[in-house]
């Protein structure tokens, strides 16, 4: 039997929040995984030029779990 990996487990919503008159809106998007609790939070977010490491440790994370 195939293990299932939590990444593949993950249903992902997209919210447009409203950004700037110039660029309209920002897609955030949320992954879930089941219901009821307990609940647990990853976030992961891009500022400037730091590079995508917070998305990728998350993202590693996710695969191998």
Do not use: C, F
């Not at 879930?32 to 730091?50: F, K, M, Q």
């Amino acid at each position: 039997m195939a293990t299932k990996m939590l990444k593949d487990a993950i249903v992902w919503e997209q919210h447009p929040v409203p950004s700037t008159a110039a660029y309209g809106n920002l897609q955030v998007h949320i992954g879930r995984v089941g219901s009821g609790s307990p609940v647990g939070l990853l976030t992961a977010s891009v500022h400037g030029d730091e590079g995508p490491w917070g998305v990728r440790a998350i993202t590693k994370l996710l695969e191998s779990t």
